[in-house]
């Protein structure tokens, strides 16, 4: 069996079964998450030579549609790892990477992000002041995902020149000598609660130079924006699967099925769409922005479809439908940047005349 078969197989057989118990319980979703380390699957973006899979860009976005059709939740909350253990995997910080690199692909450590505030310019959500020692860094991150899952998360803050650095910190309560950081509750979010997602705020804590990761130069989120205009798509195509895989009961009336194959035709196209153009050289920003509004759009739809299919049991919260419905609202948040808003709305008032 090749790598994606192997993984749809453990998937299908081990995360379905308990996407609901996965969707609404911490521990549940914790406990899928170690499943995937066992399976050696939580670094896959990290060279062989460390214990990772060290997967090229395809199958590594292949992976993931594959776990976000089964559990959004999951997916989720993988990805953060995952996004952390490439940039350690990246690092010139030789001693970082021998102290967690051999432990992240199995889930021994885990490691969260804590970035995308960088966004942001007025007023800097997170500042960092360079000293003898390595950087000061001030400030709240709105957003970290895995609170109580996750030991540690990668934090980004701007230098006054513009730059950014990034460093490895405690996803936890905790002082040391001149620096505090404090995590509120988890967020009550409508969507994908079970992630534990927190707000923490960093007062003068003392980062110092062996945790450092990387210093990125100024605009480095924008532009990294763009070149990866696409990569949150592949979450919203395994919604949309994921909603048509409910469409699929034998036991809907023989009128959902031709809807079913509609919808299924319609992300066919746009599946073959987003993969040609993920493995375009040239960066076609328009395009890839239209055809990611495309994919947020067709899990929405799928999903709703699913909804309704269900009659009104699909606003229980565990009925499958209803899960699906709330990951497809989240994931066409995630990531999201003024371009894919504009797009997005654009694309759902466009005329279908």
Not at 122 to 140: F, K, M, R, S, W
Not at 155 to 181: E, H, K, Y
Not at 259 to 265: E, I, N, Y
Request: aromatic share 8%; glycine share 8%; charged share 15%.
């Amino acid at each position: 069996m090749t790598f994606l078969e192997q993984t749809e197989a453990f998937l299908r057989g081990v995360i379905a079964p308990q996407a609901i118990q996965i969707d609404q319980g911490s521990e549940s979703l914790f406990q899928a998450l170690q499943s995937l380390g066992t399976q050696g699957l939580l670094g896959l973006r990290v060279p062989q030579e460390w214990g990772g899979q060290d997967l090229d860009e395809l199958t590594f976005r292949q992976f993931q549609e594959q776990v976000s059709r089964y559990s959004g939740a999951l997916a989720f909350l993988q990805t953060q790892h995952q996004s952390a253990a490439s940039l350690i995997a990246h690092s010139t910080n030789t001693g970082l990477q021998e102290k967690y690199l051999p432990h992240l692909s199995s889930g021994q450590v885990l490691v969260g992000i804590g970035f995308s505030h960088l966004r942001r310019q007025n007023p800097l959500p997170v500042q960092a002041i360079e000293t003898d020692t390595g950087y000061e860094i001030t400030g709240e991150v709105p957003w970290v995902t895995g609170y109580g899952c996750f030991n540690h998360f990668i934090v980004g803050a701007q230098l006054a020149d513009g730059r950014a650095v990034f460093g490895l910190v405690p996803l936890a309560t905790v002082s040391q000598a001149g620096g505090m950081i404090t995590c509120s509750n988890p967020l009550p979010l409508a969507a994908m609660g079970s992630t534990q997602t927190v707000k923490v705020r960093l007062n003068c804590w003392q980062l110092l130079q062996d945790a450092v990761v990387v210093i990125r130069p100024p605009g480095w989120i924008h532009t990294n924006d763009q070149k990866n205009s696409l990569h949150h798509s592949f979450f919203a195509l395994g919604c949309a699967q994921a909603g048509l895989d409910i469409l699929s009961s034998e036991k809907l009336p023989d009128f959902v099925d031709p809807a079913r194959q509609l919808l299924d035709q319609e992300l066919q196209s746009c599946r073959l769409a987003i993969y040609q153009e993920q493995q375009t050289p040239e960066l076609t920003l328009p395009k890839r922005l239209q055809l990611r509004a495309w994919a947020i759009e067709l899990a929405n739809r799928c999903a709703h479809a699913a909804v309704i299919s269900g009659r009104g049991g699909a606003n229980l919260m565990d009925h499958p439908a209803q899960r699906v419905y709330r990951e497809a609202l989240a994931f066409s948040v995630f990531g999201q940047t003024t371009d894919v808003m504009e797009a997005s709305l654009a694309r759902l008032v466009r005329s279908r005349s």
